[in-house]
């Protein structure tokens, strides 16, 4: 590195060159040679894990120096100026806790919780929301809107539109696709798109209505029959295959699909459509139509396909209107009450860019923390998204700008593998453009990481720009910024191999078994990562080598609740408490030793089992119910089923502590839990190359290289263009229209350009052993050599596809010199723990409701009572402003509520001083338990000398003792916990009926 502390410098970093490194050698020279103050320092990456390996290389290098004369020579030579270790590492570690070293997220939520007020964030303190919260909470969200959509006949267009972007996938059940549908649209709105597709009217011009297609579709049909016997026909069959084509096209609907039936017959005339000139036809011989058909076959064409996309137009909008509708709840529920997820976080600090009215609050904002902070390190910047570069970029120009202030800029275009979700590595060019002039640019190429054999591979095959060019366009071939990459430690042997395997993919799998064998994996010390491309082919191979005797961990973590049969059965028991009616939830738990524990417990019957859960979940929390029904079988489970047990009951500990009710809530809580876990030497770590960026294995395995043409026109599902969003037609219609033919020749040149990117991950991983094994090509595959996938491109680098080792560099016996594990040493023994404290009771106000016959309320029930609370929390003063009620039944009936006069009162100031609070979370210590809950509105009046505790309830009751018998031990419960923080205050508790219409007090 020529300069590491250059002003303004941007460094394209390959794979294990060192980029970590740098950035600590960037701090530390910094710090310890210019005299920087570290709290001016702000250093981000996009993950916890990378942000703390930063500053642990940070503080490992400043302790090194000082202590090894050596080790400090070697970091003045990189850096270039004199440092004072010692008194350098004291300066960082006392600036730890202000010193930003942390994730852009975290930089963002940081940002808006100091400054929310300046950033138009007034409607309730800033509330960062995420994980299973997050999640619960927009699904509720969706579930309401699409509920009602679905009630008032307006999702038909919306429907269409999600069965389309699915057909053809494997998705397990509907409403996980139907949930990932939706956000990505939701994201796509909340970028910047345009919400009421206008934009699409000036993409596409006029169009005409689509139900012109059903009107004119059999004149044109009656013109086409009318050819067939002006055609001289080339060869028997023509004729028959000619009238089919008209069949198939006077049948079609709009919107039904691809016309894939027609054959090569209807791909001629689209294309004869498209290039012009006279028509000429193929089926086995070529035929001329004439004019006749010619003129037929345009105008037919030309109205289906602008009808067709007329039709998608339609669905685009249907789409983004459900999906604005739902963007507006999302802003009345959650961003105007200040919570928000990491999404919304970064589009408010992008907002600066929509409207001049932002742009001055940000200039607000920008001028404090410019004043704050000089030097900026962005690290894996080819992950950046737009939205997060629109959020950073002011404070970016600033301190480039600055004299006193720095810019350090890095990362590697070659491991762009997260555009999927918005990563853009373009950015990189626009970066080097907007800073042009003011911008030092420096490469990266030797690898730290890898062995010279391992990089032979990676060089022949990523350095052929022939084969790149060839198979995934020019295009690609010129964005794909090679160096050749050197071995930094060209004195460590290893090898690197290429097998093509015939056969299955069984018998890759059978391969692999055998190289793990032969290479000592789980008997060497030695590290062992099997790359994977999707997460159903890591579910197989983990398994295969669990049964195997390998000691497997899937992408560095556990899948308590789907990896074993303890997790799945108390995940599925939680599954039956929050839908009693889910049948196969309860035939797992049934067929599980907990059935016995549960029969024994509550007797026989569901609703009896059902309502005893229930009730223990309410008193012990989800935890302690679990723990109840655990620990008849504990003995008899191995310590594998223990600590799975053990991890979800721990989740749902963490889940009870944070004040969750609920069993549906609960069961979201666990759905997708993941537990973080080292692997250590002797283990083999399964996971997808995406999750295996930034980490390096001794020996990486290769089983799963794909082999499927890049692009897949099939994935391609939402066009895009300059100010306009489109959920595609058929792709022959797309070819008709310009727009789309450059939106979808854009798009394929990004899905070849990622693809690359991941294959040079994969092979990237390994220190010392990599072995690729690639499918051997079909023998039905035609044009073999020009098939655009990451194994062809392999197979024509390494120049073999016959069976067997097609490519060979380096020592095949390097991994005899590695030790052996030392599995007879001495174990440490576990020191003694002293004795558990058990887990504090909880308690919800609601559960000291009063116990009442029959069941509960119905679940259409309860949403109508959850909509009526929706909408006296929007009720403010109505002597100061009108409510804004839905028109709803729900809205109805509040609006009548509040015509009643003596309720009406309670919703008046009436010049009183006094302080709302909805919705108000109440969490305290009582009767030793710890209780949680939400009071429905509370009103502080006369200086905090009383309290008016409002709770909203559709019960239908007869008579006020009715309803008060069954929330007073509710009430009481909110009247004590308030009498700690208020003691001097006169508490008043009241229930307003929706069903009595007055207020009843308790």
């Known amino acids: 590195m020529k300069d590491i502390l250059a002003k303004n410098l941007l460094i394209l970093a390959s ?17 310890g040679g210019r005299g920087v103050d570290p709290e001016r320092i702000v ?81 309730g303190k800033f509330e960062l929301v995420q994980g299973p919260k997050l999640d619960a909470a927009l699904s509720d969200i969706l579930s309401d809107i699409l509920s009602n959509a679905l009630e008032g006949g307006e999702a038909e267009e919306f429907l269409h539109a999600f069965k389309r972007a699915t057909v053809g996938r494997e998705e397990r059940g509907v409403s996980e696709p ?36 059903e009107e004119e579709k059999r004149g044109f049909a009656k013109s086409l029959r009318k050819t067939v016997s002006t055609i001289e026909w080339s060869r028997k069959g023509q004729d028959a295959a000619y009238g089919k084509l008209i069949d198939l096209l006077e049948l079609h609907t709009i919107g039904s699909g691809s016309l894939t039936g027609a054959g090569k017959l209807f791909d001629g005339v689209c294309e004869w459509l498209q290039a012009g000139g006279p028509m000429v036809l193929k089926h086995y011989k070529e035929f001329t139509p004439g004019p006749a058909a010619e003129d037929a076959f345009r105008g037919m064409l030309e109205l289906l396909a602008g009808c067709e996309l007329a039709a998608a137009v339609e669905r685009t909008r249907a789409v983004l209107e459900l999906v604005a509708r739902f963007d507006r709840e999302c802003e009345r529920r959650l961003r105007r009450r200040g919570m928000l997820g990491f999404d919304d976080v970064k589009v408010l600090m992008g907002e600066w860019a929509r409207s001049e009215d932002a742009r001055l609050r940000r200039e607000a904002v920008d001028f404090r923390l410019d004043a704050r902070y000089d ?39 070659k491991q762009a593998i997260y555009g999927w979700r918005g990563g ?58 090679w160096e050749e990459h050197v071995a930094a430690k060209p004195e460590l042997t290893g090898e690197s191999r290429v097998e093509v395997v015939e056969g299955k993919t069984e018998d890759r799998y059978v391969r692999m078994i055998e190289l793990m064998r032969e290479l000592g994996v789980g008997e060497k010390e030695l590290s062992c990562g099997v790359l994977v491309r999707t997460n ?85 929390g989800f935890a302690g119910m679990l723990e109840a029904v655990i620990e008849p079988v504990w003995e008899s489970l191995s310590e594998f089923g223990r600590r799975r047990a053990g991890d979800v009951i721990g989740a749902l500990a963490a889940f009870d502590a944070g ?34 960026k930034g980490l390096g294995f001794d020996v990486v395995i290769l089983p799963e290289i794909e082999d499927k043409q890049v692009p897949d026109a099939g994935k391609f599902d939402v066009a895009s263009g300059d100010g306009w969003l489109l959920q595609n037609p058929a792709g022959w219609v797309r070819e008709q229209f310009p727009a789309l033919r450059d939106a979808e020749r854009r798009w394929g040149e990004e899905q070849c350009y990622e693809a690359m990117c991941v294959l040079y991950v994969a092979l990237t991983r390994a220190k010392r052993g990599l072995y690729v094994l690639l499918p051997a090509p079909p023998k039905s595959r035609k044009e073999a050599d020009d098939f655009a996938s990451p194994a062809n491109w392999m197979m024509r680098a390494v120049g073999g596809d016959a069976a067997g080792v097609v490519w060979q560099s380096g020592d095949g016996d390097w991994w005899r010199t590695v030790k052996s594990r030392d599995s007879d040493g001495e174990k440490p023994e576990m020191p003694a723990l002293v004795g558990g404290i058990p887990m504090r009771e909880r308690s919800t106000p609601s559960g000291e409701k009063a116990e009442t016959s029959g069941a509960s309320g119905s679940s259409g029930g309860r949403r109508f009572g959850s909509e009526v609370h929706r909408v006296f929390e929007e009720v403010g003063w109505l002597d100061e402003s009108t409510a804004s009620l839905p028109d709803s039944d729900a809205g109805r ?84 916990a308030l009498a700690m923080i208020y003691p001097d205050a006169e508490i008043e508790c009241l229930l307003l009926s929706t069903k009595l219409r007055k207020w009843v007090g308790v």
């Not at 591979?457 to 060839?470: K, M, Q």
């Not at 609920?662 to 759905?671: F, K, Q, S």
Request: with cysteine; hydrophobic share 40%; aromatic share 8%.
């Open 15 to 31: 794979a294990g060159s060192g980029k970590t490194y740098q950035l600590g050698n960037r701090v530390i020279g910094l710090v």
């Open 536 to 620: 159903s082919q890591l579910a197989v191979v983990a398994e295969l080598l669990r049964s195997e005797g390998f000691d497997v961990i899937e992408e560095g973590s556990r899948k308590p609740t789907v990896d074993n049969p303890v997790g799945v059965a108390l995940s599925q028991l939680v599954a039956w408490l929050a839908d009693p009616a889910d049948d196969f939830a309860r035939g797992t738990v049934r067929m599980s030793p907990l059935e016995a524990v549960l029969a024994g417990r509550f007797g026989e019957g569901d609703w009896k089992l059902w309502e005893g859960l229930t009730a223990e979940a309410g008193e012990l």
């Open 43 to 123: 250093a981000l990456t996009f993950t916890r894990k990378a942000a703390g390996e930063f500053a642990d290389s940070v503080l490992s290098k400043l302790g090194g120096a000082a202590l090894d004369p050596k080790k400090a020579a070697g970091i003045v030579d990189d850096i270039g100026e004199p440092v004072e270790f010692s008194e350098t590492l004291e300066k960082v570690v006392r600036a730890l806790p202000r010193f930003l070293l942390g994730t852009m997220d975290g930089f963002f939520a940081r940002v808006v919780r100091g400054f929310q007020y300046e950033l138009g964030l007034t409607g």
């Open 659 to 692: 004040g969750g009710v609920g069993a549906r809530e609960a069961l979201r809580w666990i759905t997708d839990l993941e537990i973080p876990q080292s692997p250590g030497t002797a283990a083999v770590q399964v996971m997808t190359v995406h999750k295996s």
């Open 178 to 213: 139907l949930g990932k549908f939706f956000n990505a649209w939701h994201g796509r709105l909340k970028s910047g798109a345009d919400r009421s597709g206008s934009g699409l009217a000036t993409a596409f011009g006029e169009l005409p209505d689509v139900g012109r297609w």
């Open 893 to 976: 009936l509040v609006g009548e509520l509040l015509e009643v006069p003596e309720i009406r009162a309670k919703f008046e100031r009436a010049g009183r001083t006094i302080e709302r609070f909805v919705e108000q979370p109440v969490e305290c210590l009582l009767d030793g338990k710890w209780m949680s809950g939400i009071i429905d509105r509370l009103h502080v009046l006369d200086g905090r000398r009383k309290l008016e505790v409002i709770d909203f309830k559709t019960d239908a009751v007869e008579s006020p003792e009715e309803l008060r018998e069954r929330y007073q031990g509710q009430m009481e419960a909110y009247r004590k």
């Open 375 to 413: 030097h900026w390190l962005l690290d894996e910047f080819q992950d950046t998204s737009r939205a997060e570069w629109r959020g950073m970029a002011p404070l970016l120009d600033e301190a480039a700008a600055d004299p006193d202030g720095t810019l350090f800029v890095v990362g590697d275009v």
């Open 424 to 481: 853009e590595v373009r950015l990189f060019d626009e970066v080097k453009n907007h800073y042009s002039g003011n911008l030092e640019v420096e490469t990266m190429p030797d690898s730290w990481r890898s062995c010279k054999a391992v990089l032979d591979l990676v060089n022949r095959v990523c350095g052929d720009r022939a084969t790149i060019s060839d198979l995934f366009g020019e295009p690609a071939a010129d964005r794909w910024p």
